[in-house]
């Protein structure tokens, strides 16, 4: 074992000891340092956080029940195992869940979970190819909020019925081969669920980059190769944007680098859309309309119209303009998962109609704007990342406008059949 993996390991088994007398939150990073003996820096080489060690004890453990199970175990069996062990735990689990605001327990719950299927998938001989790995990615950011509502809400009570509602949220397409996980086959895929699922893995990844400050998380999961995986579904072709963007995320620095690359991330976030000073590019629509380069014009008004027909309600609700492009983006992650549910659920009408309206969404308050904005982006000298990213979605977003029709289709036929 490497001495890096070695020293990991060190601090995961403090922590996980530590929790079965004390909550979670209750322990701080200066604690583990002190119990462990080490310098403080040694730890920080490791871990940027206390709740970067807290995913990785959750994925090590993850691993470690996959691993416990029997060689034909199903995944129902595999959640029943998982969620009984972690009502063993409750001081490590519900502290998880509750820490740290934002998206990014959540995301390290997702990702832990998907890199469980995987390895319950590669078991049983079935090598996941890029498209079942953007389903799994789905899957993982739905069964990270059931797991999360069960913690939080039933106080980790009945692990067992808990395990059939994280079961039963699992894409049709993806219960056909992971409910028994006994096939030594390549799996058969739905090239519509595939579609729909990575629709909503993008445009939320595109949100959690141009919505909200950079977390280490965040970073962990742009580098996760499933995740280069689905953008380039969505390429236009060699050299594009999209291909670039991919190419930048697949070298993410790890490491004692990722602190200080982080740092350099949260920088140019803050100067992109905080300030202080002139924005070198206005993330807002009513910007770039025709007229007076200002907020809250007809456009702004004409969004605000589009989320209530749809009844979305955004977390940033009254602090950022209705045109935001990460709003906008939200407003798409939410649509792509109620279409990708619809379709799940064989409401094929409801389906259709979601992807109509995204498709006039798309046209009327995006295609016209991102593309000048992604411009306007690159004038950022030292960006890192986020010009890439605005050129990327542009791309992204061009793609998905082109291939809407075609999905639609395929619903009506569906329908009609």
């Known amino acids: 074992m490497a001495r890096d993996d070695i020293m990991k390991g060190r601090y995961a088994q403090t922590l996980w000891d530590m929790t079965a007398r004390r909550p979670l939150e209750a322990i701080t990073a ?91 998938l590669e078991r049983k ?53 992971l409910g028994g996980l006994v096939h030594t086959q390549p799996c058969k895929e739905n ?26 998380e965040l970073i962990e999961l742009l580098a996760d190769e499933r995740t280069q995986s689905v953008l380039l579904l969505f390429s236009t072709g060699e050299n594009g944007a999209v291909e670039k963007f991919a190419h930048t995320l697949a070298s993410q620095p790890q490491g004692a680098e990722r602190n200080s690359y982080l740092e350099a991330l949260s920088a140019e976030y803050t100067r992109l859309f905080i300030g202080p000073g002139p924005l070198p590019a206005y993330p807002w629509e009513s910007v770039y309309r025709p007229g007076n380069r200002a907020l809250f014009q007809e456009s702004t008004l004409e969004v605000r119209r589009c989320y ?26 939410h649509l ?7 379709y799940e659920e064989q409401r094929f009408r409801e389906a259709a109609e979601l992807l109509e309206g995204q498709r006039a969404f798309i046209r009327d308050h995006l295609l016209g704007w991102v593309g000048r904005y992604a411009q306007d ?29 075609e999905l639609e289709r395929r619903c009506q036929a569906l329908l009609e059949a």
Not at 145 to 168: C, H, K, N, Q, V
Not at 194 to 212: D, E, K, P, V
Not at 308 to 333: N, P, Q, V
Not at 378 to 405: I, K, N, R, T, W
């Open 30 to 120: 200066s604690e583990i340092i002190n119990c462990t003996g080490t310098a403080r820096q040694t730890f920080y080489d490791h871990f940027s956080s206390k709740q970067a060690l807290a995913g990785y004890v959750l994925e090590q453990w993850l691993s470690s029940a996959t691993q416990d199970c029997p060689q034909r175990q199903t995944w129902l069996k595999s959640l029943e195992l998982i969620t009984t062990r972690a009502a063993e735990r409750p001081l490590f689990f519900k502290g998880f869940a509750g820490l740290g605001a934002g998206p990014s327990s959540s995301q390290v719950l997702a990702r832990a979970f998907s890199t469980c299927i995987l390895h319950l």
């Open 125 to 177: 001989g079935c090598t996941p190819s890029a498209t079942t790995q953007s389903a799994v990615a789905f899957y993982g950011f739905g069964i990270a909020g059931a797991f999360s509502t069960w913690i939080t809400e039933r106080e980790l009570r009945d692990p067992f019925a808990a395990s059939r509602i994280m079961y039963e949220g699992m894409p049709s397409e993806l219960k056909r081969y």
């Open 191 to 216: 090239a519509t669920d595939i579609a729909l699922a990575s629709r909503f893995f993008l445009y939320q990844m595109f949100h959690a980059i141009l919505g909200s400050e950079p977390t280490d």
């Open 308 to 333: 209530e027909a749809y009844g979305y309600r955004a977390s940033m609700h009254r602090r950022a303009a209705d045109d935001h492009l990460g709003l906008m983006l939200d407003f798409l992650a």
């Open 336 to 342: 792509s998962r109620r279409t990708f549910e619809a």
């Open 377 to 405: 982006v690159e004038s950022l000298e030292g960006a890192l990342l986020y010009p890439l990213c605005a050129s990327a979605l542009a791309e992204v977003l061009e793609a998905d406008f082109g291939y809407l029709p």
